[in-house]
């Protein structure tokens, strides 16, 4: 079996955690620094407790710190600043990209911002106030400047000039632009070695590319790079003005980033919460998702005592409760996950919506058939009573459909009212399948055990 730098990750948390000497501490991290990449190394660090966290800090050189510091979450950004002395501070912003900069002026402190900003060398500083003119939720913000551009009249052979330089990565096509810096056209890199010297590369020019728009949505120009099968995409202003490109490696890890916040939200946690936040930050970010599902709780609850008298009739109803409600939450959160990474992708649309819905109630009916029998049969087995089986088996089928119809209609009506599924969605889900199951399963113990 292939061992991945990542498997080792916990071994060497472990073994910084156990060890007490600086020597070993140092060679483990030394040995970390062959292993793991640099955003590994801040896993390492984020994975340690904050009391332990400067010891190991200190061991490290300049290099290896800045490098750790541009990986950290917000939270543990934040943190390392705050616990650094300002002078320690500012030294991990002094060769900081344009970027690293635009990832942490959204995190770290004004005065480290405007520090960093006046490291940057000419170039950098135009890109910069480039990626200013955009919002953050746009393309033009997070642009790659590592395009290769020349005139459209160089020749085959200055191109090759350029190229014996060294090209960027991801690097199949170079742009052609006007003198304005209109995009003119793009010629394959592999075209040059067949054409002559004397050639000028607009002969060889492909003019039906398709652009980025710098004012585009990031996320979705993301998914636009990864379908189109290209290593890179340029991506242009208004004026057709060749601003810089996107690169397929960051629309994948834009792509990580909306599953990463799905997730956390989904949990009702905020995506760059430290490891080791401190109990009351932690405290706070997860009380406020347990007091409104406390709230869906107690309107479940309500439900069931209006089967009070049912209840203290046909004990065994209370016993089976809890797997009514299990399935029907399991089952819906099924289908609300492939939704809600559905739009996300933006693959789910009004166009597809309907056949969607038809497929996972499908699917809810054919799981409701089986699992309703099987626990029906179950249900007779333990308690020796047709009519408790019964009732129990039309419960869970009811169940599952109504958790698949929710599991699609839910996440879409938050999204066309601009609320985040992955963050309401689940709550508002199992309070449905609980009010569902525990009104179907005790109602129909009304009518057949009494």
């Not at 209109?182 to 000028?200: M, Q």
């Not at 039906?208 to 290593?231: M, N």
């Not at 525990?438 to 109602?443: C, S």
Request: charge should be negative; include cysteine; glycine fraction near 6%.
């Amino acid at each position: 079996m292939i061992e991945y730098p990542i498997d080792q990750l916990p071994q060497l948390i472990d073994e910084l955690l156990q060890c007490d000497t600086t020597e070993r501490k140092n060679k483990l991290l030394a040995d970390a620094k062959e292993i793991l990449s640099t955003e590994h190394l801040s896993l390492l660090f984020e994975a340690l407790p904050k009391d332990q966290r400067i010891d190991i800090w200190q061991l490290l050189d300049e290099d290896t710190q800045h490098e750790i510091f541009i990986n950290l979450g917000a939270d543990s950004c934040r943190w390392l600043l705050q616990t650094l002395d300002e002078d320690a501070g500012f030294k991990l912003l002094d060769e900081v990209s344009v970027a690293e900069l635009l990832e942490l002026e959204e995190v770290i402190p004004e005065r480290f911002v405007e520090y960093a900003r006046r490291q940057l060398d000419e170039v950098q500083t135009k890109q910069y106030e480039l990626a200013q003119q955009y919002l953050p939720e746009q393309l033009g913000h997070w642009l790659d400047f590592d395009s290769l551009k020349v005139s459209d009249k160089l020749t085959v052979g200055g191109a090759r000039k350029i190229l014996q330089k060294g090209l960027p990565q991801y690097t199949e096509v170079i742009y052609l632009v006007s003198r304005k810096g209109t995009l003119i056209g793009e010629v394959s890199v592999n075209t040059l070695f067949k054409a002559k010297d004397s050639d000028t590369l607009l002969s060889f020019a492909d003019h039906d590319i398709t652009s980025l728009h710098a004012d585009d949505d990031l996320y979705e120009a993301a998914e636009v790079v990864i379908h189109s099968e290209k290593v890179a995409m340029p991506v242009v202003n208004v004026d057709n003005k060749l601003l810089g490109r996107l690169k397929v490696t960051s629309a994948y890890e834009l792509r990580q980033e909306v599953t990463d916040e799905a997730a956390a939200k989904a949990g009702g946690l905020r995506e760059d919460e430290d490891l080791f936040a401190s109990v009351r930050k932690s405290a706070k970010n997860r009380g406020i998702w347990l007091g409104i599902n406390l709230a869906t709780a107690f309107l479940a609850s309500w439900f069931i005592g209006l089967f009070g008298a049912t209840i203290e009739q046909v004990v065994a109803l209370a016993v089976l409760m809890p797997v009514v409600a299990s399935m029907g939450g399991i089952a819906g959160s099924q289908t609300l996950t492939v939704i809600v990474r559905g739009l996300a992708l933006g693959q789910v649309t009004d166009s597809n919506r309907k056949a969607l819905l038809k497929k996972e109630l499908r699917v809810g009916a054919v799981n409701g058939c089986v699992w309703a029998m099987v626990i029906g049969v179950l249900t007779y087995f333990w308690f020796s009573d047709v009519m408790l089986s019964i009732t129990i088996t039309v419960a869970i089928l009811l169940n599952l459909i109504a958790a698949s119809l929710s599991g699609v209609v839910i996440p879409s009506i938050l999204d066309k009212m601009k609320i985040d599924p992955a963050l309401s969605g689940s709550v508002i889900l199992t309070t449905v399948t609980d009010i569902v199951g525990f009104v179907t399963f005790l109602g129909l113990g009304s009518l057949l055990l009494l």
